[in-house]
């Protein structure tokens, strides 16, 4: 993630030509596409506590690292929790 940048709506650039040594040039990224004004607030209390299960811990760290998925930390974090925190 070092060779990535986030903008302010979450869409990540990536630059391909590191030079980073042991760097691998292609990576898999999941995204979550969410409406932020459901006007069912049960499915907008739903979807974000999907998406905040999914930063979390327990899912990210505890479920994921296992499967050999890398977990955000840092700044990209902070951006996706920034950005759930808009679901309503």
Not at 11 to 33: N, Q
Not at 35 to 56: G, H, R
């Amino acid at each position: 993630m070092s060779q990535a940048t986030i903008d302010a709506n979450g869409i990540m650039s990536f630059d391909y030509a590191t030079k980073e040594a042991g760097a691998y040039t292609l990576g898999i990224v999941s995204y979550m596409l969410v409406d932020t004004a459901y006007t069912d607030k049960t499915k907008a209390a739903a979807v974000k506590s999907l998406a905040s299960f999914i930063l979390s811990p327990a899912c990210a760290k505890d479920k994921g690292e296992a499967l050999g998925f890398s977990t955000l930390d840092g700044a990209f974090l902070k951006k996706a929790q920034e950005l759930v925190a808009k679901i309503g």
